[in-house]
């Protein structure tokens, strides 16, 4: 019997912009029009959260502790909370907007732009974030970005193995925790820099103008990098830190120095 599958990553964000990814979720359709949800939990991922970002998985009992959790001829909680049902008045169109032609929950779920406000858990397509030697060498000796990469692979259930640390699941906890300290530390004192800089400069009259838009220098200086290498558009980048292009190029020219 033929079966289309369809797989995606459920995460949330946290106010860092670290995305963590609590569970694989795949969405099974056969030919007869029966049907199969697949939920596996991150267990290492979410013992990295507080109840301020995560309470759990909807409709799913995670004190279980279950590899997968199965759902045959049923639609989850998860999925059923945060997606359109058929009979609804809109349907076609919210399909449309999505540029899907057929009914698929997931595929929805994955396409839209549509937040479920009851939690701050949302569903993209399945992403590996394994960092290995060549990936970490090729970012030079910016302590700071690659402390921010190695949060981003941890964070969303990958493993790191390079020549100096390597993480998975027996020791993610123990090194999240440290690095994330070194993080907030970096960012707080980064973030009093320009505060005091500003004042400085408003101080001797020299700052005027609307606001500066504020950003993560940390995240900002990963980006800058992968923009320099011709790995991300202008576009790609000005996206990933939630401000116009011509924003993050003149940002990134201040970087350069020029």
């Known amino acids: 019997m033929k079966e289309i599958r369809t797989c995606g990553d459920i995460c949330l964000d ?8 609590v569970a694989d979720i795949t969405y099974t359709e056969r030919e007869d029009e029966s049907f199969r949800y697949e939920i596996a939990p991150n267990y290492s991922v979410i013992s990295l959260l507080s109840s301020l970002y995560f309470q759990g998985i909807p409709g799913i009992d995670l004190d279980l502790k279950k590899k997968v ?4 001829n049923v639609i989850p909680v998860f999925i059923s909370e945060r997606t359109p049902g058929n009979n609804r008045e809109n349907f076609w169109e919210l ?13 929805w779920l994955i396409r839209t732009k549509t937040r479920y406000p009851g939690d701050n858990l949302y569903v993209k397509r399945p992403e590996d974030r394994t960092i290995d030697v060549d990936s970490i060498n090729s970012l030079g000796d910016r302590s700071a970005v690659i402390c921010r990469r190695i949060i981003e692979s941890i964070s969303y259930g990958n493993n790191v193995n ?5 993480v998975n699941d027996s020791n993610r906890n123990q090194i999240y925790e440290l690095l994330i300290a070194l993080y907030r530390t970096e960012r707080k004192f980064l973030d009093s820099q ?11 009259g020299n700052y005027k103008g609307r606001k500066r838009i504020k950003i993560d220098t940390l995240a900002a200086q990963e980006i800058y990098s992968d923009y320099a290498a011709n790995l991300i558009s202008s576009k790609e980048a000005s996206d990933k830190l939630k401000i116009s292009k011509s924003t993050f190029l003149r940002r990134y020219n201040e970087y350069k120095g020029e």
């Open 69 to 72: 959790y199965t759902r045959e």
């Open 14 to 21: 946290d106010e860092y912009g670290f995305t963590y990814k």
């Open 194 to 204: 320009r505060r005091n800089g500003i004042a400085k400069s408003a101080k001797e």
């Open 162 to 166: 390079t020549s100096t640390v390597c």
């Open 95 to 107: 399909l449309k907007d999505c540029e899907m032609e057929y009914p698929n929950p997931l595929e």
